[in-house]
């Protein structure tokens, strides 16, 4: 009987991987969406979301989000083990600040929000394999496509529309930072307000920027 369940639970998980792996594949084509709005679809309540190519929105939005969020973006595989291992040895668990955008990605697309160590182990094979497969401007093309950046607001250009009025590929560097600064508190700062913890973060995102350099440069489209 034992023998039975524990094949049984190894058939289902071996249907779950093909599953996932041929997700990762079309999702290398096709628009995708974030489980925050499916779950949102799944109650019926509103989302905002205009899916745009990454070549329809300003370098100057990639450039900022590379700069606040993840700055060895073009250089790690998906997974930045240097701030993770900080993050390992600090007590306090799991952190916003290891996270790379792969991971967000990876997050946003397949996992579920919250803080855990099992839903960050998973994330770590999934950001892999999404860089793997994807490549970063698609990477980034999807991160700033299921972001959330306001309740039930999903996209750069729906938030470059909600904001700013404009599309995203008329975003100007400050805005950019704006929006980048958000991220991390999409739900209390908004960018055409900026409250003094927004003023802060989009101050330090320009002068990251300034030091990023070419560095970003692997997320623009080819």
């Known amino acids: 009987m034992l023998g039975r369940i524990l094949g049984l639970c190894f058939r289902l998980a071996i249907w779950l991987l093909l599953i996932l792996a041929a997700a990762i594949v079309l999702y290398r084509f096709v628009p995708v969406p974030s489980t925050l709005m499916l779950g949102r679809w799944l109650v019926l309540r509103p989302v905002e979301r205009d899916w745009v190519p990454l070549d329809q929105i300003s370098p100057h939005l990639v450039r900022a989000v590379i ?41 946003n697309v397949f996992l579920w929000p919250g803080r855990s160590y099992i839903r960050k182990g ?37 938030a470059a529309q909600r904001y700013f009025r404009k599309s995203a590929s008329r975003l100007t560097p400050a805005e950019a930072a704006r929006l980048a600064g958000a991220l991390p508190n999409p739900l209390l700062r908004n960018p055409a307000k900026p409250n003094r913890a927004l003023q802060s973060a989009a101050g330090r995102s320009l002068r990251q920027l300034g030091q990023l350099g070419s560095l970003g440069d692997c997320a623009l489209p080819g």
């Open 122 to 158: 998973l994330e770590l094979p999934l950001a892999m394999a999404i860089d793997l497969v994807w490549g970063k401007p698609r990477v980034m093309e999807v991160y700033l496509n299921v972001a959330e950046w306001g309740e039930g607001l999903f996209g750069a250009e729906a």
């Open 67 to 107: 700069a606040s969020e993840d700055q060895r973006f073009c250089s790690h595989g998906g997974v930045d083990w240097v701030e993770l291992n900080k993050v390992l040895e600090n007590d306090d668990g799991p952190s916003r600040g290891a996270s790379t955008l792969t991971m967000q990605t990876a997050k």
